[in-house]
């Protein structure tokens, strides 16, 4: 499966679906199958650096340009901020950012538990991960995504991919016609 993951300022769900289905449809002609790839929008995070300069995008200020040594690039964490783990209610856009990572975690494991996400995604400490991570698996099941295997604590989430969600025609039954005399 190609996944192709645009960060980008709030973009309207009209845009959205013409840059998506533009990427897509980029992608199929250079070969690749369809139904294999995926586009996900998310919220744009952590510091970027162009051409060795920091530029911060985390600021409601306009984008602040510094020397910073490039080395600092990897402490740049893609993590949530603490805000978004102590505030209330989440909103859609860091929603959507928590579905992708827990996406991503399910991709590289191949199946989590609950348990296992919160560690995965650091929010352990939070108090509205399980019901949150329950709501966002279920939206993957229905995708068919993901399996739901077993019970309770016991759960386990398999990821299947796009690939394998595609629906399989039916196996063709020969039969053998009788001859007339």
């Known amino acids: 499966m190609t996944m192709v993951i645009i960060e980008s300022p709030s973009l309207t769900p009209e845009q959205k679906s013409r840059i998506g289905e533009r990427v897509i449809t980029t992608l199929q002609q250079e070969g690749l199958a369809p139904g294999s790839v995926v586009v996900m929008f998310q919220p744009e995070r952590g510091d970027f650096y162009v051409d060795g300069l920091l530029v911060q995008t985390q600021t ?4 602040a340009v510094s020397a910073a ?3 600092r690039a990897a402490a740049a964490s893609p993590e949530p901020a603490p805000a978004f783990r102590t505030k209330a209610r989440r909103s859609k856009p860091e929603l959507e950012d928590l579905k992708a990572q827990l996406m991503q975690a399910l991709k590289d494991k191949g199946s989590l538990s609950s348990f296992e996400a919160q560690v995965a995604l650091d929010l352990k400490e939070c108090d509205w991960a399980p ?3 329950r709501r966002l698996f279920t939206d993957l099941e229905e995708t068919k995504l993901i399996v739901k295997n077993g019970q309770k ?3 386990r989430y398999v990821w299947k991919g796009i690939a394998n969600s595609l629906p399989t025609p039916p196996a063709v039954k020969l039969v053998k016609a009788e001859a007339e005399d």
Do not use: K, Q, S
Request: charged share 10%; proline share 15%; no cysteine.
């Open 60 to 63: 409601a200020a306009p984008a």
């Open 69 to 71: 040594p490039v080395a």
């Open 131 to 133: 019901a949150t991570l």
């Open 153 to 155: 604590r016991g759960t």
